[in-house]
């Protein structure tokens, strides 16, 4: 093991959340000759200087490790095998040339799918309740509800989900206690999934959008998809229906949705916006029946050592010569946000 | 039926949300000869003239419903001999003299009890997520995450609830595909029931409070259990906990509750206060670690019709002769709130 040298680049914070103490000293156990690094070490040296010291095999990083330099011939050259990203994203840390060169990259997977649907259950009945309007009044004013509520119940709604991926299926699981219709909207996945999830198809999106109450945004971003929440399917949505988006920002037509929203007839809950951080001169943050959350669906504090172990069993696979799971590929690269 | 004169009082928006009208005419059916008053005409009436004329032996109330006289005289020759009172607490509405002379009174019973679990589900997952935080923030300024963020899931909690009454039972419900550890204090609950809902006994308050991350108070307001939840109870909760309140204010020392919260090692989530509304100098409405609900725990304004029809189905019990559910005892109309 001494020969294939295994370098860790994650803050402080980083390691203790991604990999408190026992998952620590698990590394530790798979890598006695590891080394750690903080984002500001690398930063300071240079990755360079890093790498001609230390010739890491295995790299694990973070969201603070500074970017890998975009330069083919160290790609070529740097003899980094595989790099385990602890989180999601790495287009902002791995220029493609590092994966076009053969570098294994890992992420989190589906390993936290079930903590954003979660999230994606709260703003569904948080939104119903209107608690987001309400505790925003009772924190600024003496508020107290009056006769006129309109406050709804999860129960008895039709709920259409577009997409029915990893985050889809743990929702449609968190939400079985509620004995609900679910309709989904997801051509590319075959009926057999529906079927064991016991959903109903809809073959548009025109038909998710007029049938049911409460849309949940679960589509990735692909050109395709951008934009393709547009404002006619927006207002396709019953009167006083929900809009969740818990998935890509940019599939919405976000300045159509403020202005349906801003009408009163349709209810949003969002998490993720096309620009982020969301502006602030961002009319969304003008409404009270639009439920904000700063891009939160993905791993609570809490959460983070899932993640962290979903990397060590990856690392582990690597060692053992088979390939990790959840590997980013130049095609997912090219999708991926 | 014509000689069982029905009277309803109801305003027209409580009408249609507690009877719309396949209800309505359901109740039509069971009593042709019925009348609806709403409350304004009751009051400019009196309830005197409103007897004298229509002589009603089953009454339909509802919030807005004026007071019944507190009269012993006028409860023994009113003729009145059944009131469905289609929301839940009777007190404001019946005097006891009423009950005491022998006339029966049923209310929602347990009927909205999912609905009620529905908002623990809510304010359990959205305080642990801290969203009524963000929320709040980002539409009061332009704020977004930083890195010190302290969201928690609720995957991998230990819940811990006072009470295990119809409520509890639902929350109990919606919580299993969560896979969680939850654990009771409901001394007078038995041990079947525990083992039918899977759920662990605690046998104090002191070990419920200590040993769980999330505490739901759900117990009945009795003289006993007034203020039991403690400013030292309080404190047994493990740093970083959350304490949900969806039962009776003043089960809690609501002092000692604001004052933990303010020292930030406790979060909240409330829907229920000792005074209602809330006064607008509780210290509670300037915690931005409190989520704040204006009591809309009990039905969603979607969901009145299944209290209006568990209503119907006591009518017809006691047009059958048998007795109706959920009949408001004197025991019990001395321990309501």
């Known amino acids: 093991m001494s020969t294939r040298n295994l370098l860790v680049v994650l803050s402080e914070s980083e390691k203790q959340d991604f990999l408190p103490l026992p998952l620590w000293e698990r590394l530790c156990g798979l890598a006695p000759d590891l080394t750690w690094m903080t984002p500001q070490e690398v930063e300071e040296r240079g990755w360079e200087s890093v790498f001609s010291s230390i010739k890491p095999k295995i790299l694990v990083t973070g969201w603070r490790t500074p970017p890998l330099p975009d330069d083919g011939i160290f790609a070529r050259e740097s003899g980094l095998e595989y790099l385990c990203h602890l989180p999601g994203s ?168 403020a202005r349906v929203c801003a009408e009163g007839r349709l209810h949003a809950a969002l998490d993720v916006y096309t620009i982020e951080p969301l502006p602030a001169d961002s009319p969304l943050r003008q409404l009270d029946n639009v439920t904000l959350l700063p891009h939160l669906g993905g791993p609570t504090v809490d959460q983070r050592q899932t993640a962290g172990a979903y990397g060590l069993d990856n690392i582990e696979r690597y060692l053992r010569g088979e390939e990790p799971e959840s590997v980013v590929t130049l095609s997912t690269y090219a999708r991926a946000t």
């Open 90 to 257: 790495v287009r902002k840390l791995i220029p493609e040339v590092w994966i076009a060169n053969g570098l294994v990259v890992s992420n989190w997977g589906n390993s936290i799918s079930h903590v954003v649907a979660e999230c994606g259950l709260m703003l569904i009945t948080s939104g119903l309740r209107r608690a987001g309007y309400w505790n925003n009044a009772m924190h600024h004013s003496d508020a107290w509800k009056g006769p006129d509520l309109d406050t709804c119940s999860l129960f008895g709604r039709r709920v259409g989900i577009h997409g029915l991926g990893a985050i889809a299926r743990s929702l449609v699981r968190l939400l079985e206690p509620f004995g609900l219709e679910i309709s989904v909207y997801s051509p590319s996945v075959p009926q057999e999934v529906l079927d064991e999830y016991r959903v109903k198809r809809c073959d548009s999106l025109e038909e998710l959008f007029s049938k049911n109450n409460v849309i949940v945004e679960l589509a990735p971003l692909t050109p395709k998809n951008t934009g393709i929440v547009t404002e006619e399917l927006l207002r396709m949505i019953p009167d006083d229906g929900l809009f969740v988006n818990i998935g890509r920002g940019a599939v919405v037509d976000e300045d159509a949705l």
